[in-house]
């Protein structure tokens, strides 16, 4: 199986994918990697969706609403960051703009003179690094091989520091057996109590939602659709039952279920 993540090699994306393929290849994005296994090219893809201290990874939840695809897998490791470079004399640091802001404390109290430079992947920040004496990067320490210097280790303002990643799969690779289950609900509708009416239908048959996240459709100002994470497997029939209910009330948009996963933890 080949797999495809954020590049290039030695991101947090790409250790995550290595649990999930012994092939990984590379795209610069996001959405070029969800697109890459909704058209065919990759048998799964592995994308941030959620950090422990910064959230929830926008650009992801984005994509899985504009493409169809499921989720067989989620991973979830620890985030260790370390601060690599050349030597200590270093005026600008460029990583990931989540690792930046997982960070953020401990460059104001350590660097606070440097500037910041959000790049496309923490790997991307260390070969700055590798190329220009005046630039540190954040990154696993791993990736300091012979040529950086790990200046400090554990930098990260949060020890509990972890990340969550899906591995995106076409539709046919859809299980109802796991967990957990994710949908996106589009109501293409906006009333007193749309929000409720749908929170409800969990609620009622004692489904509990680790997760709900809103974001603009795109389709006009002010309107949303709404990403769950229910913490039950489709093959249960309470989970069903609430899926209907909600397919009634987004009768005038959709409903993309995505499909139900169990987690790994890879920790190193």
């Known amino acids: 199986m080949n797999a495809v993540t954020l590049g290039p090699a030695g991101t ?19 959405t070029a990697i969800v697109d890459a296994v909704a058209n065919g090219e990759f048998e799964r893809g592995v994308v941030p969706i959620e950090n422990s201290i910064e959230g929830s990874v926008t650009e992801s939840l984005d994509a899985l609403a504009e493409y169809d695809v499921s989720v067989t897998k989620e991973i979830v490791t620890p985030i260790r960051h370390a601060l690599l470079a050349q030597g200590s004399d270093f005026e600008l640091v460029a990583s990931h703009a989540q690792a930046l802001a997982q960070c953020r404390n401990w460059l104001e109290t350590n660097h606070p003179d440097v500037g910041l430079e959000a790049v496309a992947s923490t790997a991307r920040g260390v070969e700055r690094a590798r190329e220009d004496a005046r630039i540190a990067g954040i990154g696993h320490p791993d990736n300091a091989g012979d040529d950086l210097t790990i200046l400090a280790e554990n930098i990260q303002d949060r020890t509990s520091n972890a990340t969550r990643f899906l591995v995106v799969a076409p539709v046919k690779a859809r299980s109802e057996a796991g967990g957990k289950t994710t949908l996106i609900v589009y109501p293409n509708d906006n009333y007193p109590g ?13 489904l509990n939602l680790s997760r709900i996240e809103s974001r603009p459709s795109g389709e006009r100002l002010g309107d949303y659709l709404f990403h769950f994470d229910v913490d039950a497997g489709l093959y249960e029939d309470h989970t069903t039952a ?27």
């Open 12 to 30: 947090y994306s790409h250790r995550a994918a290595r649990a999930v393929a012994a092939e990984v290849s590379f795209r610069e994005s996001v």
């Open 242 to 268: 609430a899926i209907e209910e909600i397919e009634d009330i987004a009768s005038k948009g959709w409903v993309r279920i995505l499909g139900s996963y169990d987690t790994e933890h890879v920790l190193k």
């Open 194 to 206: 749309l929000l409720l009416e749908l929170l409800e239908s969990f609620a009622e048959r004692n």
